[in-house]
């Protein structure tokens, strides 16, 4: 769809300077993505390992993480030369796997999302009653899990797209009839977004409510509720940037199906934009941590002032117990 779009509108404007003006932009824009996504996602992860406690939150935010670091290595550079380049330069299987991965990361990364929003729940609202049920052990269960579900809703894109040859250009494009693009879309809008949403909603909403309204003074007063406040807002951070981000993303989609977006520059630059905006989310949450943990912060730094040698060294001069710095499960935050 969006090479199609390009096709129509360059024909006519590809030589202008505005039209050159425009690409340089796009690059710019998708070149910041993979850099700040690349450097941020790669910080995350190496505080995560290098901290060692895999709690339950921490593995969750690992394997968001994981997704959003490919979705940035192997989705958007690929996805810039459509918009910058006349045509698709790198093959049928590339069209076919680009596609499928930024779908499969898309879901992993919404579905992660949810998975976090019910374990922030349970770990609230029935500390005592779930701590057997959020054990390490489930928790990688639950990833494989939604992995998996990822993987059976995105399967279908490795044949949505294709590599065709179009008025003399050759183009990564859709090649589904009309109506199965439209049942799918339809459904990767209510499975891969609206559905999650909801649950989000509704979970944290219920969390929210619980840590805030609480009339055990002394809950209240403990290190552990602070720390649990301090978790929840980060991950709700997180996950209302998700929705904000995709948000554009979907509704263009629906919008085109419904013959409300007609192809001109003004809807093109529209599409481009929900592009960018859903790309920048996987580079958003090394950010977010970063403003909200300062755990995260501290493993950041050490990342650069310490190598895990030197590390271990100072550690066994002065005896002391290691720091936490992505943190455990409740105090990361």
């Not at 690409?23 to 505080?47: D, E, P, Q, R, W």
């Not at 592009?275 to 970063?290: D, E, G, M, T």
């Amino acid at each position: 769809m969006s090479d199609h779009m390009k096709m129509d509108l360059s024909s006519s404007s590809s030589s202008s300077s505005s039209w050159r003006a425009e690409s340089v932009l796009i690059s710019v824009g998708f070149t910041l993505i993979f850099l700040v996504g690349t450097v941020g996602n790669s910080l995350v992860l190496a505080v995560l390992f290098r901290n060692g406690q895999m709690k339950t939150t921490n593995l969750f935010i690992l394997n968001l993480g994981i997704a959003d670091l490919c979705f940035i290595v192997f989705c958007v550079p690929f996805q810039a030369t459509i918009y910058t380049l006349d045509q698709w330069v790198f093959g049928a299987v590339v069209c076919k796997v680009v596609h499928f991965i930024i779908y499969l990361t898309m879901y992993a990364s919404i579905f992660t999302l949810t998975a976090v929003s019910v374990d922030r729940y349970l770990a609230i609202c029935y500390p005592l009653r779930s701590r057997q049920m959020r054990t390490p052990k489930n928790a990688i269960a639950s990833i494989v899990l939604l992995w998996l579900l990822a993987l059976l809703f995105s399967a279908p894109y490795l044949s949505y797209f294709t590599q065709m040859e179009l008025a003399g250009a050759v183009l990564c494009i859709p090649a589904w009839e009309s109506k199965p693009r439209f049942v799918m879309d339809v459904c990767t809008f209510v499975f891969g977004y609206l559905v999650p949403i909801l649950v989000l909603g509704l979970t944290y909403a219920r969390t929210v409510r619980h840590l805030w309204t609480s009339v055990d003074p002394v809950k209240d007063a403990s290190e552990s509720r602070r720390a649990k406040r301090k978790v929840t807002k980060m991950i709700v951070v997180v996950a209302a940037l998700f929705c904000v981000c995709w948000l554009p993303h979907h509704l263009v989609v629906l919008c085109m199906w419904s013959g409300r977006f007609p192809l001109n520059h003004a809807t093109y630059v529209l599409r481009i934009l929900s592009h960018l905006l859903a790309y920048a989310n996987s580079c958003l949450n090394p950010v977010v941590y970063a403003l909200v943990s300062k755990h995260f912060r501290k493993g950041f730094r050490k990342v650069f002032t310490c190598s895990p040698r030197t590390r271990d060294a100072v550690n066994k001069v002065h005896a002391v117990q290691p720091v936490n710095t992505a943190s455990s499960e409740e105090t990361s935050k």
